[in-house]
């Protein structure tokens, strides 16, 4: 198919793929329902996850992201990445970093990986392991990070801003920086899975948040990347920049794969759009309704993002509105551009 007459949404840039629920650490703020000794009982086989890369690779996926769970517990992990990087695929692991050392750092290596990113959750160990629910997992983390950097792999450190730590966000970029990480991604706090609403900041300490990393992005522009997500991102940055954001990504620029097959718009957001194992990914991806519906920004109505100016430049988080208001298409709670109410016609 040429360029020209390519679907709009043929595939997302990104799609992150949980493919086990098992885990070392039992995080206060995942996402999903891993730890120690789950396993979906319908986690897909090898076979299965081979056929799976095909698919998106076929679709034209750019960044397919293992991750779980911790995706390095799953026994054919190395098998399946290889198997990704072979189809050309841009593989990236996402890691507590408990099980990385400088074999496990190799072997990523061997597998084509182009990236890991790792989970720094405070600049301290009472505050990391607290998190994570893992004793002793704050220094296994940096004995990783610095293992991969020494291997040459492109480190991300992975920072969630919640009311616990969010005044630590500094010192886990200066501490990324001094163990040699290639970028630090500030990942905004969606309240989904294990994570409780009472973790959420309030949307004008979001927007504090946001743009103190747009002063670190200069403040160690050439020496090492920040990155941020949040969707009012282009409100605050220079108008020059406008065109390098989208707002909400979720369904047209991100998906989510889950243990057993299942796609969704983004990792917090549990609505599924299909199977891989009853549908092809092109199927689901171009025409099932939730993805349609999140796609098309002229469907909020209500709430705060309803009448707001921004809203096709921005979309509010699809996620947050699903936590707080139980709709897909209601307002974000996290938003400091025009106030939430949740008396407005939210519930």
């Known amino acids: 198919m040429s360029a020209i007459a390519r679907p709009r949404f043929a595939a997302p840039l990104y799609l992150a793929w949980e493919v086990t629920l098992q ?3 039992r995080c206060l703020h995942c996402y999903s329902a891993s ?3 789950v396993r979906h009982p319908h986690e897909l086989s090898t076979a299965q996850a081979h056929r799976v890369i095909d698919e998106l690779a076929d679709a034209g996926l750019l960044i397919l992201a293992f991750s779980g769970g911790e995706p390095l517990l799953r026994p054919d992990i190395y098998e399946l990445m290889r198997h990704a990087a072979d189809r050309e695929l841009v593989v990236n692991v996402a890691s507590n970093g408990a099980v990385v050392n ?3 750092a190799s072997r990523l290596v061997e597998s084509g990986v182009r990236s890991v990113t790792v989970s720094l959750d405070g600049s301290d160990a009472a505050t990391h392991d607290h998190f994570r629910q893992f004793p002793g997992l704050f220094d296994r983390t940096l004995r990783a990070i610095d293992a991969l950097v020494g291997h040459g792999i492109r480190v991300v450190v992975s920072f969630t801003p919640t009311l616990l730590n969010h005044a630590q966000g500094r010192a886990v970029v200066c501490l990324a920086y ?3 990480a ?4 500030m990942s905004e706090y969606v309240p989904a899975g294990r994570g409780s609403t009472d973790l959420a900041l309030p949307a004008e300490l979001v927007r504090e948040t946001v743009l103190d990393w747009i002063a670190m992005r200069r403040e160690y522009e050439g020496r090492m990347q920040i990155i941020w997500h949040d969707c009012r991102v282009a409100l605050l940055v220079p ?3 406008h065109d390098r954001y989208s707002g909400c990504g979720a369904g047209k620029l991100t998906a989510r794969l889950m243990a057993d097959g299942t796609l969704t718009p983004c990792v917090f957001i549990s609505e599924g759009a299909g199977n891989l194992l009853e549908q092809s990914f092109a199927e689901i991806w171009e025409n099932a309704p939730v ?3 999140i796609r098309d920004r002229n469907l909020l109505l209500s709430g705060n ?3 707001c100016e921004h809203k096709q430049t921005c979309g509010g988080c699809r996620a947050t509105s699903v936590a707080f208001t139980g709709q897909l298409m209601g307002g974000d709670p996290s938003c400091w551009v025009v106030p939430f109410a949740p008396a407005g016609g939210e519930a």
Do not use: F, I, K, Q
């Open 239 to 241: 108008p020059e920049e």
């Open 291 to 293: 993805l349609r519906t």
């Open 305 to 307: 993002c309803g009448g």
């Open 23 to 25: 885990c070392n650490a």
């Open 182 to 185: 290639s970028a630090v991604n």
């Open 35 to 37: 730890g120690p000794g």
């Open 178 to 180: 001094e163990r040699g």
């Open 102 to 104: 400088d074999r496990t």
